[in-house]
């Protein structure tokens, strides 16, 4: 049944990215988004993983969840970080990045967190967005696209925040079928699944 389901996932994570053409993944980059993960349990409760993200970008699962990097979309682990630098140019890490990845169940709700923090280069072109997908399950056709949403946390277990609403373009995206949502986000820390 989890095989089925781990499938499943990765089926509408391959068509989210490939239908969507020009609003998640450039064709050109098909060979950057081999996974590079290690993925180790913590506790029946949480997950860790640590992946090395190369200036090439990828494409990594976080157990049931998975993050994109367009090529070139880590700022350089040098520039400036807070709500007030999101969208400030910056010069593009030139080596690879290494993040640390949690994966939490707390009150209900899975987190990931994402340590070092940093940001991402900004761009308006929608293929250079760094995009954040979440699996949710049970989720039905009765809900509402507007009641569930990845929101972001300074930490696990801090309320979270809404982004979409001063930034249409980190809007939250949802396929019902496959109990999946997926959203750009525009740095690192936590982020959370949250209806209503």
Same mark, same amino acid.
């Given at each position: ?11 509408? *994570?391959?068509? %989210? !990215? ?14 950057? =988004? ?18 090395? *993200? ?12 998975? %993050?994109?990097?367009?090529? $070139? ?11 007030? =630098? ?13 993040? $640390? !990845? ?10 990931? =967190? ?43 277990? !801090?309320?979270?925040?809404? =982004? ?17 949502? $997926? ?9 959370? *699944?949250?209806?209503?």
């Amino acid at each position: 049944m989890k095989l089925a389901r781990s499938i499943s996932f990765a089926l509408s *994570v391959a068509a %989210v !990215v490939g239908c969507s053409g020009d609003a998640l993944a450039p064709r050109a980059d098909r060979t950057a =988004e081999r996974p590079n993960l290690k993925v180790r349990t913590l506790r029946s409760t949480a997950t860790t993983a640590d992946i090395s *993200v190369e200036p090439s970008g990828g494409f990594f699962w976080l157990g049931r969840h998975a %993050v994109r990097f367009p090529k $070139h979309s880590i700022c350089a682990l040098n520039s400036s970080y807070g709500p007030t =630098e999101w969208d400030k140019p910056c010069s593009p890490a030139q080596g690879s990045v290494n993040f $640390h !990845v949690e994966v939490v169940s707390l009150n209900g709700r899975e987190w990931l =967190e994402f340590t070092p923090a940093v940001r991402f280069v900004p761009t308006t072109r929608t293929n250079g967005y760094v995009t954040l997908f979440m699996r949710v399950d049970n989720l039905s056709n009765e809900i509402g696209k507007a009641d569930m949403q990845i929101l972001w946390s300074p930490a696990i277990g !801090v309320p979270g925040i809404d =982004e979409s609403a001063a930034d249409s373009t980190q809007r939250t995206f949802i396929n019902l079928g496959a109990g999946l949502l $997926h959203r750009r986000i525009k740095h690192f820390s936590a982020y959370s *699944v949250t209806e209503g």
